[in-house]
Nanobody
């Protein structure tokens, strides 16, 4: 059974930082083209950041300069480093892995930015 497991969410004050992880298993289920999304209550799911299998990255305008997406092939894990967090960054963050033509989703991790 292939699996994507997100972790690293939590409660953080405005201006703080969090790093989310998205780990793929088993080992032969590789991180391919990986996208982070988020969904706030009552809102549609929106794209946050993307990294291609070749390492090219892209970001939504509302996170440019604050968030960084990366991958570690040895650990078969992708990351989302989030800095200068704002209350409107709150929501459930999901990773989606595209591998051999199929999309696989993680279960999500909650991020709450509040004082």
């Amino acid at each position: 059974q292939v699996q994507l497991a997100e972790s690293g969410g939590g409660l953080v004050q405005p201006g703080g930082s969090l790093t989310l992880s998205c780990a793929a298993s088993p080992e032969n289920f590789r991180i391919g083209a990986l996208t982070w999304y988020r969904q706030a209550p009552g809102q549609e799911r929106e794209l946050v950041a993307h990294i291609t299998s070749g390492g090219v990255t892209g970001y939504a305008d509302f996170v440019k300069g604050r968030f960084t997406i990366s991958r570690d092939s040895a650990k078969n894990t992708a990351y989302l480093q989030m800095n200068s967090l704002r209350p409107d960054d709150s929501g459930v963050y999901y990773c989606k892995n595209q591998y051999i033509g199929r999309d696989y989703w993680g279960q999500g991790t909650q991020v709450t930015v509040s004082s």
